[in-house]
């Protein structure tokens, strides 16, 4: 038994992280399939054998404790690059006059905001475009050379880096966001201009009609910004990848 334990580390941590991956965290994506691949990812990379007394119940949960939390800090930073494409989508969808207009996720099983939806359905298609899970799953299965099993995790340096993803969270959402909610800003200074130059004209007649326009013509023109933006993030060399590296870099510093 004690030979597999590398084995069963390595499907603990490869399929908690494919868990949480886009598209195959979705509930279409069947059980069998993603805890399929983490067995196939453990079988091509595998880890070498732990030493745990296999009489001994202690040990063992100690180990697939380990494996599970490293899977899931690798898999919470994609998250939270994801992340921020809905918090774009938010900032969007508010000044567009979408606030109260929200559309069912099957994916999730929750109602989400209408550009959210869109641009993380956008975000997904770029980031498989990119070989975005390709760049992830070989940093993944090279995550052993940085943080071996029943190794324990630098603290210190993993909340510093997640406290600063999370702060660039809200930074790129704004970058994707500034160009619709700019124009939407100036939009809403115009018409008050007007309103207040012909106080007869109703503003709430006119005023979501003509937001609404201006919004969809400005989505249309950023497109090619925001898929630029998008396949700077998912890339090889892009932040996402230089998060993920980083923080494995500073657990194999340990």
Excluded: C
Aim: net charge negative; glycine share 10%.
């Amino acid at each position: 038994m004690q030979e597999y334990s590398g084995l069963l580390a390595g499907f603990i941590r490869f399929t908690t992280f494919i868990f949480l991956l886009p598209v195959f965290s979705i509930r279409q994506v069947p059980f069998m399939v993603k805890a399929g691949l983490g067995a196939l990812l453990a079988f091509l990379v595998f880890p070498e054998p732990v030493p745990v007394p296999v009489d001994t119940f202690g040990p063992w949960a100690i180990l697939i404790l380990q494996e599970f939390a490293v899977g899931l800090i690798l898999g919470f930073v994609v998250i939270l690059t994801f992340a921020a494409v809905y918090f774009a989508g938010q900032l969007i969808d508010v000044p567009m006059g979408f606030g109260l207009v929200s559309v069912f996720d099957p994916a999730t099983g929750t109602q989400l905001p209408l550009f959210s939806q869109f641009y993380h359905l956008l975000a997904s298609l770029v980031f498989f475009a990119v070989d975005g899970h390709l760049w992830l799953l070989q940093a993944l299965l090279g995550s052993y050379d940085y943080i071996p099993a029943a190794s324990w995790l630098e603290m210190q340096s993993t909340a510093a880096l997640m406290t600063e993803l999370g702060g660039n969270v809200f930074r790129l959402g704004l970058q994707i966001a500034i160009p619709i909610s700019g124009t939407i800003l100036l939009t809403d200074v115009a018409l008050g201009m007007v309103i207040r130059t012909v106080p007869q004209i109703n503003v709430f007649v006119i005023g979501f009609p003509i937001k609404i326009t201006i919004g969809m013509v400005m989505v249309f023109f950023v497109m090619p910004l925001y898929v630029h933006l998008l396949a700077s993030l998912f890339a090889r060399d892009g932040y996402l990848m230089e998060v993920f590296l980083g923080l494995l870099a500073a657990w194999g510093g340990t």
